[in-house]
């Protein structure tokens, strides 16, 4: 199977503040490695945050799931 044919399982990300933009970093494994033990592959992706925030909003919307709602601010929290 060829590189980029390659299907796997996300097991796990983090995200570092890089200041304008931000680093997503995706831990995966194929197919064919799940049960040897291995480490996941690490896949390291600098994304601006505007592309952040239209990767989010689009597995949302494609997961079904709701947008968090908006925290009140601090002058509406003053009025119930």
């Known amino acids: 199977m060829a590189k980029e044919d390659g299907i796997g399982v996300l097991v796990g990300w ?7 933009n931000m680093m997503l970093e995706l ?3 194929e197919k064919d490695r799940w049960d040897s033990g291995d480490e ?4 390291r992706l600098f994304l ?3 592309q952040a925030a239209v990767l989010a909003n689009h597995l949302l919307q494609v ?7 908006r925290r009140r601010g601090w002058l ?5």
């Open 27 to 29: 831990q995966t494994f």
């Open 40 to 43: 996941p592959e690490i896949v």
């Open 14 to 20: 983090s995200s570092r503040d890089l200041g304008p």
């Open 63 to 69: 997961s079904g799931t709701q947008r968090p709602p």
């Open 48 to 50: 601006t945050r505007s």
């Open 76 to 80: 509406a929290s003053l009025f119930p």
